[in-house]
Nanobody, 125 residues
Framework: QVQLVESGGGLVQPGGSLRLSCAAS????????MGWFRQAPGKEREFVAAISWNGRLTAYADSVKGRFTISRDNAKNAVYLQMNSLKPEDMAVYYCNAFTSIGAATRMDSAISSWGQGTQVTVSS
């Protein structure tokens, strides 16, 4: 099983940027698609971005297309989410998880790992 720890959240003004990191343990990390998800207060967890095991394919929620970029470094067992032009509606706890495919990640279908504590992103002036 892959264990995941998210970091990099914080307080940022609207229009600002943050880079989230997800550190993974386990020898099989590079074989999984990875995804980022978020959950705002009072709302269900939603898909944000996903990347295939080799980094060649990516997928994004419409709400973040053109502003967020997902990437991974299999040598470091890490996946990243670069968030630019942040908006107040981006404020949420952000989580990462592993999936058998990028399609499964977009559907949040059968996550490989337990959901971690996430990292809080606050967008406010």
């Amino acid at each position: 099983q892959v264990q995941l720890v998210e970091s990099g959240g914080g307080l940022v003004q609207p229009g600002g940027s943050l880079r989230l990191s997800c550190a993974a343990s386990g020898r099989t990390f590079s074989s999984y698609a990875m995804g980022w998800f978020r959950q705002a207060p009072g709302k269900e967890r939603e898909f944000v971005a996903a990347i295939s095991w080799n980094g060649r394919l990516t997928a994004y929620a419409d709400s973040v297309k053109g502003r967020f970029t997902i990437s991974r470094d299999n040598a470091k067992n890490a996946v990243y989410l670069q968030m630019n032009s942040l908006k107040p509606e981006d404020m949420a706890v952000y989580y990462c998880n592993a999936f058998t495919s990028i399609g499964a990640a977009t559907r949040m279908d059968s996550a490989i790992s337990s959901w971690g504590q996430g990292t809080q992103v606050t967008v406010s002036s």
